[in-house]
């Protein structure tokens, strides 16, 4: 069966997370990705936060799927050369280097553009233009400006980072989409064009309900914030609402049977209007569905404390997967808190690949998040990460083209590999 982006060859000039997220995705539908990296170092995150010594962490490993890794010093004159080469015959150049690296190796916008007049630049930048601009970010960083921290957490408490890496992840996400818009706009201009993705945008994209919530602030208080009917004052920003949920239907996380020692035991629970009375037959109160301080949703937002209360009182008897099978009969919107450990052994997650087993040649056997997004006519296989510049003969002698004498004069450069260490006389 043929892929997605069979044909496409992408130059990955990323590292970390946000950048080898988007160009994983690419590869995943089928793309040729050649990951370029520094000699003797390769991308940093290889070896951040090691299980196991001398391989490459699980950091690096499942960020960098299906790409192919070549070595090369583009700060040597014939590392120049090579990349200039690569930029000949790649649709894509992706990078999520600090501000201005790309400009500062020799390559700005416009020379890219005078030797590949079809390429697509695409990067990720922690800010766009702005006062920040020239500011390297990280996850929490880019969560903390684009709106995420201030609106996470409890409002009598600390802003709050959340665990999901929408910063870098979600920009690695926004990026992929720019890419194939662009490669298809391609198709009709025959150019190339620069493709943006600014981290902070990207997490504000991610909550745009706050935005959304911050001007309906103008207009009176948000009723379905629990400080609402807590009877605590707004103020002139949107708040932090705690597990409230994010629609108009208020929801908590609700204690399960066994929350004494698992800190896992909870449900997410919605009492949506259409299915209150439904509730009021589960939770054992059914005259709620009838009495006018609970049978109406404006007389609910007052008693939220009291009637989450009386709910968890029954959750509190059920574990989470008990308590989600006899809400979804009734078609009440719950959700159990799912540990990373129920995740990994979740047999339904496996069947989809959406977790998947990778054998590595150095580590072994690995668990990794396949790719969440499933084509029916681009099916992913997920194969594991490259070692540092496994492929970089192969990509100069096949997609370069070039001869056993040039690469060996490519490697008698320096350009390839690492200073050697002469020995003390
Ligand atoms: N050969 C030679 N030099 C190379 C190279 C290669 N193959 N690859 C990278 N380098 C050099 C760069 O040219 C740069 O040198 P310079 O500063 O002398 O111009 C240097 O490596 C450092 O690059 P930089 O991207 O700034 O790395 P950093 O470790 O200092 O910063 C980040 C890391 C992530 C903070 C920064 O890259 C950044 O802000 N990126 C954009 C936002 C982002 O993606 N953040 C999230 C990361 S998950």
């Known amino acids: 069966m043929t892929k997605a982006l069979k044909g496409v060859r992408i130059l990955d000039f990323t590292h970390v997370q946000s950048g080898p997220t988007c160009t994983q995705l690419l590869a995943w539908f089928g793309a ?7 000699p003797g170092v390769g991308d940093i995150t290889r070896g951040q936060l090691q299980d196991k010594p001398n391989v490459d962490s699980l950091y690096f490993t499942m960020l960098n799927h299906n790409k192919r890794s070549i070595t090369l010093d583009t700060k040597n ?8 080469a690569l930029m000949k015959t790649c649709d ?9 690296v790309l400009d500062r190796m020799g390559f700005p916008w416009e020379k890219i553009q005078s030797i590949n007049p079809k390429m697509i630049v695409a990067s990720i930048k922690g800010f766009g233009p702005g006062p920040y601009e020239d500011c390297k970010v990280y996850e929490n960083v880019a969560q903390c400006t684009g709106g995420a921290a201030s609106t ?8 709050l ?31 190339g064009q620069r493709v943006t993705a600014a981290m902070q945008d990207g997490v504000l994209n991610l909550a745009r309900v706050k935005l959304r919530d911050q001007q309906r602030l103008a207009h009176g208080p948000l009723t379905e914030y629990s400080q609402f009917g807590e ?12 597990n409230d949920s ?3 239907q208020p929801g908590r996380i609700l204690k399960c049977k066994g929350w004494e020692s698992d800190p896992n035991a909870y449900i997410y629970f919605i009492t949506q209007a259409p299915v209150w009375e439904k509730i009021c037959d589960v939770i054992g109160e059914p005259g709620w569905k009838t009495h006018p301080d609970y049978a109406k949703p404006p007389a609910r937002l007052k008693r939220l404390n009291e009637i989450f209360g009386r709910i968890e009182q029954w959750t509190m008897t059920k574990n989470k997967f008990e308590a989600m099978d006899i809400l979804n009969k009734d078609d009440i919107p719950c959700g159990p808190i799912l540990s990373m450990k129920e995740l990994a052994e979740d047999q339904s997650l496996r069947a989809t690949g959406t977790v998947v087993e ?10 990794s998040v396949g790719n969440p997004i499933k084509m029916s006519d681009s099916p992913t296989e997920v194969l594991r990460s490259p070692l540092l510049g496994e492929h970089t003969d192969e990509v100069l002698r096949q997609v370069l083209g070039f001869t056993d004498h040039q690469v060996a004069e490519i490697h008698d450069s320096g350009a390839l590999d690492p200073p050697r260490k002469v020995a003390a006389e």
Not at 32 to 38: G, L
Not at 77 to 84: A, F, I, Q, Y
Not at 172 to 185: K, R, T
């Open 152 to 159: 996470t957490g409890f409002h009598d408490g600390l802003p």
């Open 77 to 84: 004159p014939k590392g120049k050369e090579v990349l200039t």
């Open 92 to 100: 894509v150049l992706v990078e999520n280097f600090g501000p201005g």
């Open 231 to 242: 009877g605590i004052p707004f103020g002139d920003a949107v708040p932090r609402a705690g």
């Open 358 to 367: 990778v054998d590595h040649p150095t580590r072994g056997k690995y668990l």
């Open 246 to 248: 994010g629609g108009g």
């Open 32 to 38: 040729d990705v050649i990951k370029v990296e520094r």
């Open 161 to 191: 980072v959340t665990g999901a890496q929408i910063g870098d992840s979600g920009t690695g996400l926004h990026l992929a989409l720019g890419i194939v818009a662009a490669l298809y706009q391609r198709t009709a201009t025959g150019r």
